[in-house]
């Protein structure tokens, strides 16, 4: 693995650099969104400044490069993922993926009595779906269960996987706890048992490689914002059976290849599934967003991440009567935290003035907040341009936050 400047690439990322209640900013939520390089703030400049147009059937120069971005873009995120393009469908962000897999394919296949099988650390966007598509079709959901240290009951799940189980909604890391879920085994487990996986890799991308066939699941869903790139971009993988399988779930735009009043016909995947005028800058920024992670290298990134994480574990065990949600084996950097005698959203907010940016509320997981008996957490996030120092500040921020509380 190459030597990588760390306090380089952290001053390419402009944000960085401005303070916050009079303070130096340290952005500790990442979770929630990932900043932006300039690499990625000057794709979607240039693209406005001098490509901006519609894609497709136009035939106009600046027609043909915006289509030519924005295909461009579609292969450089294959590429991270090492998928073939025909198989990426771009969406609005995990949320729209995730509900394109329900809808599309889940749905018109679940019969009454069918099993949803959903984990207990599902974000809502992997669960709400499943349960919509349930009372629709007659379907159940049942759950996954997790450990005290927050880690998938593994041979409880082994054990659920039996008929009439039909689908299995599961993320590959989550978003609370930061627990990475032994994907490709569960995966396996799954393809014997003939049900079908739907992957939540919204905080799995960012932060590891992620070698999409080397799964064995059956849809793949990622968030683009997370990745480095601009809101509003995203993406679902699936094998290409399913996609010729599945009917459009929206209507209209490019997803057509002729209309009649006696009958529409559609184009092929991925354009079946992509009606409508797409975020065609957003994809150009995300294009060189997956692009700028490549070049520093994923391994080095999760390796960067880690060191960070143990470094933050190490810190945040000495402060007294603080609690961290979340103990797994194996984890991303993520840690969700209780301290005594602050509630979480006040925590947060008394951070906030001493300039660090963490998360607190129940983050999207209300069922894993009921499984921990508590309403919200602290949540602080690392980045790869993230420090110790800024870690060391989190600290002592809580330190005196718990003074100034009592």
């Not at 957003?282 to 060191?307: C, H, K, P, W």
């Amino acid at each position: 693995m190459k030597a990588v400047d760390w306090q380089r690439i952290r001053a390419e990322f402009p944000i960085l650099s401005r303070t916050v209640n009079g303070k130096p900013l340290v952005y500790l939520d990442t979770a929630n969104t990932a900043q932006k390089p300039n690499a990625v703030i000057d794709a979607v400049d240039d693209f406005y400044r001098n490509h901006n147009a519609n894609v497709s059937r136009a035939v106009h120069q600046l027609g043909a490069e915006a289509t030519e971005a924005y295909e461009g873009a579609r292969k450089a995120i294959a590429r991270f993922f090492n998928v073939h393009p025909v198989d990426l469908v771009l969406t609005s962000g995990t949320t729209q993926s995730l509900n394109l897999a329900a809808y599309a394919f889940a749905l018109p296949r679940l019969q009454p009595g069918d099993v949803i099988l959903v984990s207990r650390m599902e974000h809502h966007a992997n669960f709400v779906p499943w349960q919509l598509i349930a009372e629709r079709c007659g379907a159940r959901i049942e759950p996954v269960e997790i450990t005290p240290e927050g880690e998938i009951d593994l041979p409880a799940l082994k054990a659920q996987m039996k008929a009439p189980v039909r689908i299995l909604a599961l993320t590959h890391v989550s978003n609370v706890l930061g627990t990475v879920n032994p994907i490709e085994r569960i995966c396996a487990w799954a393809r014997k048992a003939g049900i079908t996986t739907v992957i939540d890799g919204s905080q799995a991308a960012p932060h590891r490689p992620v070698d999409i066939p080397s799964l064995g699941c059956d849809f793949y869903a990622f968030t683009g914002h997370k990745l480095c790139g601009p809101t509003g971009t995203g993406g679902l993988w699936a094998k290409r059976e399913h996609w010729h399988s599945m009917p459009p779930f929206f209507g209209g735009g490019e997803m057509i290849r002729e209309v009649r009043f006696e009958k529409t016909t559609f184009n092929d995947p991925p354009h079946k599934f992509e009606a409508g005028t797409p975020n065609i800058a957003g994809f150009v920024g995300l294009g060189a967003a997956v692009d700028y992670l490549d070049a520093i290298g994923m391994a080095a990134i999760e390796s960067r991440e880690q060191t960070l994480l143990a470094y933050a574990g190490e810190r945040l065990r000495t402060v007294d009567g603080l609690r961290i949600i979340g103990t797994a084996a194996e984890k991303a950097a993520v840690v969700s935290f209780l301290v005594d005698g602050a509630h979480a959203h006040d925590l947060a907010t008394l951070l906030d003035l001493e300039g660090i940016a963490v998360r607190s509320g129940h983050h999207c997981a209300h069922p894993l907040m009921q499984y921990y008996g508590v309403p919200a957490t602290c949540r602080a996030s690392f980045a790869f341009y993230n420090t110790e120092a800024e870690i060391d500040a989190l600290v002592a921020g809580i330190g005196k936050v718990r003074r100034m509380l009592g």
